[in-house]
């Protein structure tokens, strides 16, 4: 997996609840991406940085915020989970603006009660 | 709205079959179309990828077909085997995003 983790791999949590969830990247790549995979929706852009504290908005972005203060961390976190938020999360990263290659970390699932 | 469309849903063929996969885009921005191959549990891998002057690209049993007119992209696997069960996405990229079909999960039986 490039040289991705996720923590945690799996989380159970209750509507209402605060979920911080973790990349960390061993590459030194600029471009880290935060996507969530659902059945008949594929893999959708949740939010991207492109740089230490450069954050933006992707496609399903609200509910959720991301902080980058590391070049080799980037957190995505739920203020107040929901269970429509009950998915499977990918963290990606990617060297350049320029470079065509997404990699992929191995996910995390987390399921809202 | 769904900017890059994948059919069918799913796929079931018999080892030594050529499973096709198509995609259709409407941006004509997108400058690069890769496919991801993701086992169960894992997250997805480049599998091969192709740019828009170009009509097909092989890469061993994976070929691409791309009609830049029509704007469509396909993946033919050769001689499939049990170990292609996967599920397969496409993508459109555009500046620094990709953008992603909604995957198709293929069973190769022996």
């Known amino acids: 997996d490039a040289g991705i983790t996720q923590s945690p791999r799996h989380k159970v949590t209750e509507t209402g609840t605060p979920v911080t969830l973790r990349c960390h990247q061993t590459?030194?790549?600029?471009?880290m991406y935060w996507y969530r995979q659902d059945p008949g929706h594929g893999l959708r852009l949740i939010h991207y940085s492109y740089g230490v504290k450069d954050t933006d908005k992707g496609e399903v972005s609200d509910g959720y915020s991301v902080s980058r203060s590391k070049t080799e961390d980037f957190l995505l976190t739920l203020e107040s989970a929901t269970s429509s938020q009950t998915s499977v999360y990918f963290c990606?990263?990617?060297?350049?603006?320029?470079?065509?290659?997404?990699?992929f970390g191995p996910g995390t699932r987390l399921t809202v009660l | 709205q769904q900017q890059v469309k994948q059919s069918p849903q799913s796929l079931i063929v018999q080892k030594g079959g050529i499973p096709i996969i198509n995609c259709a885009y409407e941006n004509t921005a997108f400058d690069y179309f890769p496919w991801y191959q993701q086992f169960p549990g894992k997250g997805p891998a480049l599998l091969i990828a192709?740019?828009?002057?170009?009509s097909e690209k092989k890469e061993g049993r994976f070929t691409i077909s791309f009609n830049k007119s029509a704007k469509q992209f396909s993946l033919h696997i050769m001689d499939s085997q049990p170990g292609d069960s996967a599920t397969y996405f496409c993508?459109?990229?555009?500046?620094?995003?990709?953008?992603f079909g909604t995957g198709t999960r293929l069973q190769v039986f022996p």
């Open positions: 993508a459109a990229k555009k500046t620094d995003k990709l953008i």
């Open positions: 590459e030194n790549h600029r471009y």
């Open positions: 990606a990263i990617s060297l350049s603006r320029t470079a065509d290659t997404q990699y």
């Open positions: 192709i740019r828009p002057d170009v």
